[in-house]
């Protein structure tokens, strides 16, 4: 069974920088579908990225935030940790930040292109991150 650990949340100014950590334990990390989501008070958990570690195949949200390269995401297999890497944050960005897993493993990269929450069942109890102005 996966088990999922955000960390690296936290208070920062506009303009500032965090690294999200998510940790995994208990199945082997690589062949999981990941990903990561937010979600702001009042607003639906939207996705972030998703990842496939075993192969490094990785995709940002088309949305027009995350496509200005302001959130750029890595993973480390020998550590079991995935990574969302955010600059030039704005106070928009501030919600809960959260990493989920598939806990079913493949082989299949291409079965991991989704940002849609319902393909997760693991989820990590996420990380608070606050921009303020």
């Known amino acids: 069974q996966v088990q999922l650990a955000e960390s690296g949340g936290g208070s920062v100014q506009a303009g500032g920088s965090l690294t999200l950590s998510c940790e995994s334990s208990g199945d082997t990390f690589s062949t999981h579908c990941m990903g990561w989501f937010r979600q702001a008070p009042g607003k639906e958990r939207e996705g972030i990225a998703a990842?496939?570690?075993?192969?490094?195949?990785?995709?940002?949200?088309d949305h027009s935030e995350f496509a200005k390269g302001r959130f750029i995401i890595s993973h480390d297999n020998a550590k079991s940790t995935l990574y969302l890497q955010m600059n030039s944050l704005k106070p928009e960005d501030t919600a809960m930040y959260y990493c989920?897993?598939?806990?079913?493993?493949?082989?299949?990269?291409?079965?991991?292109?989704?940002?849609?929450?319902?393909?997760?069942?693991?989820w990590g109890s996420g990380t608070q991150v606050t921009v303020s102005s």
């Open positions: 989920a897993a598939d806990p079913n493993p493949t082989a299949n990269p291409r079965y991991c292109y989704t940002f849609n929450p319902d393909k997760y069942s693991v």
């Open positions: 990842v496939y570690p075993n192969t490094g195949t990785a995709w940002i949200r």
